[in-house]
């Protein structure tokens, strides 16, 4: 018995072979690449655009019932390991501050709005834990939005923003993700305290409550973001602030930059960075 010819050869086949195993290749190496080897992609010279666009807006995100819901309930629960306030009140001024870093710098009032919204979202994920809160927080806002009709494009434009908005791991990836940090760690106040005994104060404590009047700056001409801080420095001193928030300041500045501007910090009308 003869045996079978064999098949003919086949170079295009070979050729596909060859170039599925060459994109493999260069896919691992790009994988196996090192934090320093990792060259994060240059910030867009100019203001970006989201499209298309979904039109929903902060006010409908505001009154969901489920937004309304778990923002309460993220609040209460850290009452209870005795955080400061992450309320209603910090929702609304960081949607307030994100908007406005993003409009002052000349970015379309979509984008804007996308700030706003990740803003009022960003704490929602400390209903479930404070730990890792950024990251259930943005799989928790990808329903809500959803629901509200959102976009792909726009979902995941906010829950970048959102699961990077914490210093421990967190990176500006985009502008609203950019404007988003700068508000949330602008907001020390004394206002955010909840103890009422000075004696039963911890750190965080001591110096949100020692802050006076906080307000962020946005020059559009110079670029430059300035945290500008009202300290009581008979509460608490300047080093104590940089002690539990430098972490947060150099992030900020990060972000800053993300947005082709400069982070400064001003207290007590002296610029100290």
Do not use: W
């Not at 006010?59 to 819901?69: F, L």
């Not at 730990?131 to 939005?145: F, N, R, V």
């Not at 004394?190 to 700056?217: A, M, Q």
């Amino acid at each position: 018995m003869s045996r079978a010819a064999k098949p003919a050869a086949d170079p295009a086949g070979r050729g596909r072979t060859a170039t599925r195993v060459k994109a493999v290749e260069e896919a691992r190496d790009q994988l196996g690449r090192t934090a320093k080897e990792a060259v994060p992609a240059d910030p867009p010279s100019q203001p970006q655009e989201i499209r298309p666009s979904s039109q929903v807006t902060l006010a409908e995100v505001q009154g969901h019932e489920g937004v309304q819901t778990f923002i309460s309930l993220a609040d209460k629960y850290l009452g209870e390991i005795g955080y400061t306030e992450h309320g209603f009140r910090h929702a609304g001024l960081v949607a307030k501050i994100g908007f406005n870093v993003l409009h002052r710098l000349g970015f379309d009032d979509r984008m804007a709005e996308l700030a706003a919204i990740a803003g009022y979202l960003h704490d929602m994920g400390n209903f479930v834990s404070r730990s890792l809160h950024s990251q259930t927080g943005a799989s928790i806002t990808y329903d809500l939005l959803r629901d509200l009709g959102m976009s792909y494009k726009e979902v995941g434009v906010i829950l970048a923003a959102i699961g990077n908005h914490e210093e421990e791991f967190g990176t500006p990836v985009n502008p609203v993700g950019a404007a988003l940090i700068v508000a949330d760690k602008s907001d020390v106040h004394r206002s955010r305290v909840r103890v009422k005994d000075p004696t039963l104060f911890d750190i965080h404590d001591r110096v949100n409550h020692s802050v006076e009047h906080s307000f962020l700056r946005v020059d559009s001409e110079q670029r430059t973001l300035t945290l500008e801080l009202t300290i009581d420095t008979e509460l608490a001193g300047v080093m104590e602030y940089f002690e539990i928030f430098l972490s947060r300041m150099i992030m900020c500045r990060r972000a800053a930059e993300h947005l082709e501007s400069q982070f400064k910090i001003e207290i007590n009308g002296a610029k100290l960075l």
